[in-house]
């Protein structure tokens, strides 16, 4: 699809979302049932400022305009909700904090017009879009064609991701995918890509991409230049699957070509500042609003029921495997093996409010101090003990790869049922595999995702809670 209609497409969607924030912001002032916020202009003002800026934070983090050749309606449709979503959080703290709670509450038929609009809009205006591109793509005889030459593991994934994106493309597949040459010496390779350039301008393609092995890979200003000769975009992919079965990530640095284990999003800064800007929040919101009487109540039982101090701390292993003092509340009798033996079902050492707050993880709420410090996440792989942390590192070949990011009070594992003792290796395994899952795909919307699922499994019950 030619580059005017990606414009015409992206403005559009600007525009219309853009109307929609205000008219959402406009609702909200207009069906709020405290008359001093309707008639205070100044507060009014500033509801509609914060919707836009809250709404150009969430469509910036989350690139929702951001329409590239392989464009993907599924993925473009996901990162709708999610960017409103987000948006929709953030303004709600806004008005929390610009209104207090008490006036906060009286709210909620406001936020419920608010919200219905909301869901109307994004549900009418992406299938208008839907219908739109498709008639656009029907009556528009000038897509880009775009090819593959090389058969092979890294080209097959390739074609899978161009077959899913072909919103503004057409793709033709894999030239060579039923005829492979047997290509003995790189001067039979050259003649064969030769050839492969030149059938390609003879079937009208606009993107040619080469996938193929490294030691295959010659002269290639030879293969730009010809491929410009017949204003074809020629485009090299390595193929590394003959030297390596995992996966792997590749990113730029300046001009050099960088091969990476796997995709760690939280390298970027603009993650980490996200994920450090959700804790502090979080934190802070259960701390003042539970911790705050909480605290003293489970406090008092804890010394009531046993001699000792109401918090315990100890050595975990953290970011970069440097220790730090995790808290918790102190669910045992002081006792000697707390730093090297796990809790176990049945275990004497637990006291009886001790058997309630670890079934219920409120032995786990003194970590949000943790979180302030800089030492903890909300959402993370948990903490282990230095002595476990050295046990499976000798066991578990990529064991450390959890440690890349700050240990959580809740994670992946522990939503995921991998909770509690770990009476084997295998079972440690499966928790650390899920720790790296979480590692190579966070996103602010996982965290969120498994601070609600945390919440559902602690009002269930977890079976491996002892």
């Not at 003293?296 to 101090?309: D, E, F, T």
């Not at 058997?355 to 800089?374: A, C, H, K, W, Y």
């Not at 066991?395 to 809740?410: A, E, Y």
Request: hydrophobic letters at 45%; proline letters at 3%.
């Amino acid at each position: 699809m030619l580059n005017r209609h990606k414009f015409s497409f992206i403005f559009s969607c600007i525009l219309s979302d853009f109307l929609a924030i205000i008219a959402s912001a406009c609702i909200f002032i207009k069906y709020v049932q405290t008359q001093d916020l309707a008639e205070n202009s100044t507060k009014s003002d500033y509801i509609i400022i914060a919707s836009v800026i809250t709404w150009l934070l969430s469509v910036l983090y989350f690139r929702l305009y951001s329409i590239s050749t392989t464009f993907n309606l599924e993925f473009f449709y996901r990162q709708t909700w999610r960017a409103f979503l987000l948006q929709g959080i953030l303004w709600q703290i806004f008005i929390f904090l610009l209104q207090g709670g008490l006036q906060y509450k009286n709210n909620t038929v406001s936020n419920l017009y608010q919200f219905s609009f909301w869901i109307l809009y994004i549900f009418f205006s992406r299938s208008l879009i839907t219908l739109l591109l498709f008639r656009m793509k029907k009556k528009l005889n000038k897509l880009l064609n775009v090819a593959i030459w090389g058969f092979n593991k890294t080209s097959i994934e390739l074609a899978a991701v161009l077959e899913s994106n072909v919103t503004f493309l057409n793709f033709k597949g894999i030239l060579n995918e039923e005829i492979e040459a047997e290509i003995n010496s790189p001067e039979e390779y050259k003649i064969e890509l030769n050839k492969a350039i030149k059938q390609a301008h003879k079937e009208k393609i606009d993107e040619l991409y080469i996938v193929t092995a490294p030691n295959n890979i010659g002269d290639l200003n030879h293969y730009f230049n010809l491929a410009d000769s017949y204003c074809i975009r020629l485009k090299f992919v390595p193929d590394f699957s003959t030297i390596s079965s995992e996966s792997f990530a590749t990113s730029n640095f300046n001009n050099f070509q960088v091969i990476k284990p796997r995709h760690e999003p939280l390298q970027n800064a603009y993650n980490r500042l996200l994920k450090r800007i959700f804790d502090l929040a979080f934190s802070c919101l259960v701390i003042v609003f539970i911790l705050s009487w909480l605290y003293p109540l489970i406090g008092g039982i804890i010394k009531y029921q046993s001699k000792g101090p109401v918090l315990f701390k100890q050595l975990r292993t953290g970011k970069k495997n440097k220790p730090f003092w995790c808290y918790k509340f102190r669910s045992m009798e002081v006792n000697e093996s707390s730093d090297s033996l796990q809790a176990q079902k049945g275990d004497a050492r637990i006291t009886p409010i001790g058997q309630f707050i670890r079934r219920t993880s409120l032995d786990e709420l003194p970590q949000f101090f943790n979180v302030l410090l800089g030492d903890m996440s909300i959402v993370g792989p948990r903490p282990h003990m230095l002595k476990h942390t050295e046990d499976y590192n000798d066991l578990i070949s990529n064991f450390m790869v959890r440690h890349f990011v700050k240990p959580g009070i809740t994670g992946l594992a522990q939503v995921s049922g991998l909770r509690g003792e770990t009476k084997k290796v295998s079972d440690m395994k499966r928790r650390v595999n899920a720790d790296i899952q979480y590692v190579q795909n966070w996103n602010i919307m996982k965290d969120i995702k498994i601070c609600f699922l945390t919440v559902i499994v602690t009002i269930k019950g977890d079976k491996n809670a002892y």
